[in-house]
């Protein structure tokens, strides 16, 4: 029924489907590490597998492009998908079940109640995505009503989606736990995403400038530097010198993302850009590892 050394995955595309398998693992005091994804997996993704993999006893991924989270303009028609690929990556990487539901199985209806995130989702991403995060915190709470995991884990690639989605947990008393991974990027230092698809070779090294920036960023506050207003024009304009198109930089704490004038290690440079059509965003805190709990972790790290 689950994966095993011969990687066989077991597939459900309904929500009746994930009840009976949750049912049975708890019969059998097996713990669920859940992985949410739009699909498309990369390195990114698997190290959230991994993780979970490591914490729990069974791991669920789900592969779903939640129509609900783009805006009328943006790329949902667009957004990659393979799922055969995927499959073979999560029964390589020892996945138990892949939920890869249709949008009738989660919106059998249009969806009337919605998941308000409230302030901090309009900062950052939320001002140029206005809608985004409660189509992200809406579908995230649905899947944790099917799933009903012990353990979900986000990766730190949408800082500000899974600081959310950690105050809807503490907010709406969900029982989860939100585990956060670290940013997994390509050797040159670009942040792996679904979307680095859309790049061709220009766009490609114009893509580079985000984690360029937050090198830049990070060098300078380490040489003294601690003036936001500085470390922030240093980021755009090595992004706008690449000829990508700035959404934001922003130095902010990391814990409700208020702008800090003067910067200390645990807070965090987020920024966004537009190269060609692609928006793409990235972050790296300014000096110490830093995570939402405050413990830290060694594999967050863009080296300066
Ligand atoms: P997505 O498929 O883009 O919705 O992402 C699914 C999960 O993978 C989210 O928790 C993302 O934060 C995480 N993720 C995406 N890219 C990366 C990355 N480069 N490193 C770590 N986690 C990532």
């Given at each position: 029924m689950e994966n095993d050394e011969a990687g066989h995955l077991r597939v459900e595309r309904t929500v009746s489907g994930i009840r009976t398998m949750r049912a049975v693992w708890r019969s059998q005091g097996r713990s669920i590490g859940f992985v949410p994804t739009m699909g498309y997996l990369h390195e990114g993704h698997l190290s959230l597998v991994d993780l979970a993999r490591r914490r729990c006893d069974s791991v669920v991924v789900s592969i779903?492009?939640?129509p609900t989270q783009f805006g009328p303009t943006e790329d949902f028609a667009d957004y990659p998908r393979d799922l055969e690929s995927d499959l073979a990556a999560c029964a390589a990487r020892g996945v138990d079940l892949v939920f890869a539901p249709g949008e009738e199985e989660i919106y059998p209806r249009?969806?009337?109640?919605?998941?308000?995130?409230?302030p901090l989702a309009q900062r950052l991403c939320g001002r140029s995505r206005p809608t985004h995060f409660?189509?992200?915190l809406t579908v995230v709470a649905k899947l944790f009503a099917i799933v009903e995991p012990d353990i979900a884990?986000?990766?730190?690639?949408?800082?500000?989606?899974?600081?959310?989605?950690?105050?809807?947990?503490?907010?709406?008393?969900?029982p989860a736990r939100v585990e956060l991974g670290a940013i997994v990027r390509e050797?040159?230092?670009?942040?792996?995403?679904?979307?680095?698809?859309?790049?061709?070779?220009?766009?490609?090294?114009?893509?580079?400038?985000?984690?360029?920036?937050?090198?830049?960023?990070?060098?300078?506050?380490a040489e003294g530097e601690a003036d936001a207003e500085e470390l922030s024009c240093l980021a755009r304009d090595t992004m706008a010198g690449a000829?990508?198109?700035?959404?934001?930089v922003e130095i902010v704490d990391p814990y409700g993302l208020d702008p800090v004038e003067r910067v200390s290690a645990h807070d965090l440079c987020a920024v966004a850009a537009y190269v060609g059509d692609t928006r793409l965003i990235d972050n790296s805190p300014l000096g110490d590892p830093c995570s939402l709990d405050g413990t830290g972790s060694p594999l967050t790290e863009l080296r300066t």
């Open positions: 779903f492009v939640n249009p969806q009337t109640i919605w998941i308000e995130p409230g409660r189509g992200v884990v986000f990766g730190r690639k949408d800082f500000q989606q899974a600081l959310l989605i950690r105050r809807m947990v503490e907010e709406l008393a969900i050797p040159d230092g670009l942040a792996m995403s679904s979307r680095n698809r859309y790049l061709d070779a220009r766009e490609r090294e114009a893509a580079l400038a985000l984690s360029r920036a937050l090198r830049l960023v990070r060098a300078a506050f000829g990508a198109r700035v959404d934001y």
